[in-house]
């Protein structure tokens, strides 16, 4: 489990037509140990190798690389780092699977005074999880919803996310990961199976 809040931007040394990544993170590689989990850019991966140099091995399954961002994935790309949640550790965020529920694309992006506002397209199926003044994860950082729309919705960046995480240099039409509340995802099909 994890909150949302990155820890540091790791970068993306090498990668196997996406299967298999090795990410330079000195912080999430401080303490990890073979098996632990660390969310890469908000999804869940298990750490297969550590090099000792800051940096960790992962792989990623082809269900991962269908539903996720990770495929495209190049070396020296940016990823939004985080360990797993320590039992005695503050939820700063909000609850955070590492289970990606699909991949939107940045629409658009206003730049504000101190922070920018972004749009984010995903697919009706799953905007209809998204409530306003709810979580969202995207690319691992957890977000407040602004706005929604039938297949759209909007976030605020503010200072610390614009400079702390790779949502600063969101372009338009980039890819992100996106998993909503799981509050949202239970209720939705306690409703599916009671008619």
Not at 48 to 70: C, I, K, N, W
Not at 90 to 101: E, K, P, S, T, W
Not at 111 to 131: C, K, M, N, Q, Y
Request: charged share 20%.
């Amino acid at each position: 489990m994890f909150t949302g809040i990155v820890e540091e931007v790791g970068a993306v040394l090498t990668s196997q037509d996406g299967s298999q990544l090795t990410i330079r993170g000195p912080l999430a590689a401080s303490d990890a140990r073979h098996g632990d989990s660390i969310a890469v850019d908000g999804v869940c991966l298990t750490v297969t190798e550590l090099t000792g140099d800051g940096s960790f091995a992962v792989d990623v399954m082809p269900e991962t690389l269908r539903r996720t961002a990770l495929g495209g994935l190049r070396p020296g790309d940016p990823v939004n780092l985080e360990r797993s949640l320590r039992a005695d550790a503050r939820l700063g965020g909000h609850v955070v699977q590492g289970h990606v529920d699909g991949v939107g694309t940045v629409l658009s992006r206003n730049p504000g005074p101190r922070w920018d506002t972004v749009r984010i397209g995903l697919d009706r199926e799953l905007a209809r999880l998204v409530a306003e003044k709810g979580a969202i994860t995207v690319s691992g950082v957890s977000l407040t919803v602004t706005v929604v729309g039938e297949d759209w919705f909007e976030v605020g960046l503010i200072p610390t996310t614009l400079a702390d995480t790779t949502l600063g240099a969101l372009a338009v039409g980039a890819r992100v990961n996106l998993e909503v509340d799981v509050l949202a995802k239970y209720v939705a099909r306690l409703l599916e199976t009671q008619g």
